[in-house]
T-cell receptor, first 109, second 120 residues
Framework: GQNIDQPTEMTATEGAIVQINCTYQ??????LFWYQQHAGEAPTFLSY??LDGLEEKGRFSSFLSRSKGYSYLLLKELQMKDSASYLC??????????WGAGTKLIIKP | GAVVSQHPSRVICKSGTSVKIECRSL??????MFWYRQFPKKSLMLMAT?????????EQGVEKDKFLINHASLTLSTLTVTSAHPEDSSFYIC????????????????FGPGTRLLVL
């Protein structure tokens, strides 16, 4: 079966750095997405990785290793507004998105 | 670019009535739109994939006669919850893929703000 694993919840301190991991087992691979979802709102697109390596976009970076079926989202200089759920999603060989359950990130002052 | 709107944002209805939710891509044409539902503190659940000009593809376990999907144009898809019951109360979210990839990779799904449905 297809499976996306990410931690249920993480806590970090304002101003610090946090890394949210995602491992996946899917039938084929056509890219990995990270979305941010604040409570009661719809997800917003953060990043897309299809090749191995690190993609940096401001305070957020996303890494992919296809051979290991592994990705992480790195958030630097954490701000209180970064408190949200972070969803990892993989596009399989049929171009269907397989969603992880999300990681709830709690930022403390 | 790649903005998706959804209407209404919130609806309360009586059991047995039907509710229509609209999803529009505002600045791009979307040949494919997706309908999700999400229960509190749970992950997104894909209900169906809506293709312009053809029938929607429903996920296993989703009743196509209960959740009617129409994708009549390249910028509009509608989801109608027919004969709604309290267990249909949920957060319904649509998304659309921008084939031109103006806002990001062409496979990216851009989400509407969601519709919170409460059936009494």
């Amino acid at each position: 079966g297809q499976n996306i694993d990410q931690p249920t919840e993480m806590t970090a301190t304002e101003g610090a750095i946090v890394q949210i991991n995602c491992t996946y087992q899917t039938s084929g691979f056509n890219g990995l997405f990270w979305y941010q979802q604040h409570a009661g709102e719809a997800p917003t697109f953060l990043s897309y990785n299809v090749l191995d390596g690190l993609e940096e976009k401001g305070r957020f970076s996303s890494f992919l290793s296809r051979s290991k079926g592994y990705s992480y989202l790195l958030l630097k200089e954490l701000q209180m507004k970064d408190s949200a759920s972070y969803l990892c999603a993989v596009m399989d060989s049929n171009y269907q998105l397989i969603w992880g359950a999300g990681t709830k990130l709690i930022i403390k002052p | 670019g790649a903005v998706v709107s959804q209407h209404p944002s919130r609806v309360i209805c009586k059991s047995g009535t039907s509710v229509k939710i609209e999803c529009r891509s505002l600045d791009f044409q979307a040949t494919t739109m997706f309908w999700y539902r999400q229960f509190p503190k749970k992950s997104l659940m894909l209900m169906a994939t809506s293709n312009e000009g053809s029938k929607a593809t429903y996920e296993q376990g989703v009743e196509k006669d209960k959740f009617l999907i129409n994708h009549a144009s390249l910028t509009l898809s509608t989801l109608t919850v027919t004969s709604a019951h309290p267990e249909d109360s949920s957060f319904y979210i649509c998304s659309a893929r921008d084939p031109q990839g103006a806002g990001g990779p062409s496979e990216t799904q851009y989400f509407g703000p969601g519709t919170r449905l409460l059936v009494l």
